[in-house]
């Protein structure tokens, strides 16, 4: 479980910094050119294409993990739009919480 938290860590410090690096050099406005490259069909959209399934995915495993809860409904949308930042971050504060246990980690509490 360690080295699957400092995954978790190296993940977030990664794309935290990528992400102000890119944010401060080509500015914030993330969207249109997310969603430019998918209309223009290029391998560019479909990355973007497949990575956005991925966040769809996610979001749905947050928000089931938490019975689609009000609070799972917000991770859920987190997940979709904070993608490896947020996935990170949440499951290494699940894996603390789990305290090593995978099954309560990846299912929730109430489902073991």
Not at 60 to 85: A, E, K, Q, Y
Not at 98 to 105: F, N
């Amino acid at each position: 479980m360690n080295a699957f938290r400092t995954l978790l860590i190296v993940i977030f410090t990664v794309i935290l910094g990528y992400t102000a690096i890119v944010g401060f050099n080509h500015g914030w406005n993330l969207l249109p050119i997310f969603f430019g490259d998918i209309f223009a069909m290029t391998w560019a959209g479909q990355f973007n294409l497949d990575f956005t399934c991925f966040l769809i995915l996610s979001a749905l495993w947050l928000s089931w993990r938490h019975n689609f809860s009000t609070v799972g409904i917000i991770f859920g949308l987190l997940g979709l739009f904070g993608g490896s930042l947020f996935l990170s971050l949440y499951l290494f504060f699940a894996s603390l919480k789990a305290k090593g246990d995978i099954k309560e980690l990846f299912l929730g509490k109430e489902r073991l």
